[in-house]
């Protein structure tokens, strides 16, 4: 689970952690990633990422929408 506060949104460090987590999950033998996020929160940021939707839940909890994003970690230019 990654969480930043407010104050420290915008700033580059959500990418950052993404990024090494991304790093750390292709080091164990991954080759995809998957999160949920809901529509409070921040689908674009993922998507920005390269994670790509592969479906929702709406009304859970009421008003609210929760978005499920994938990512082939296969598919990366290393470093």
């Not at 460090?13 to 996020?37: D, K, W």
Request: charged fraction near 25%; proline fraction near 6%.
């Amino acid at each position: 689970m990654i969480w930043l506060d407010e104050p420290l949104r915008r700033h580059g460090f959500g990418r950052q952690l993404m990024e090494e987590a991304e790093r750390e999950a292709r080091q164990r033998g991954c080759h995809y990633a998957r999160v949920a996020t809901s529509d409070f929160q921040a689908p674009a940021f993922y998507q920005k990422l390269g994670y790509s939707l592969y479906g929702t839940l709406e009304n859970c909890p009421p008003g609210e929408t929760v978005f499920y994003l994938w990512k082939n970690l296969d598919q990366h230019d290393p470093d």
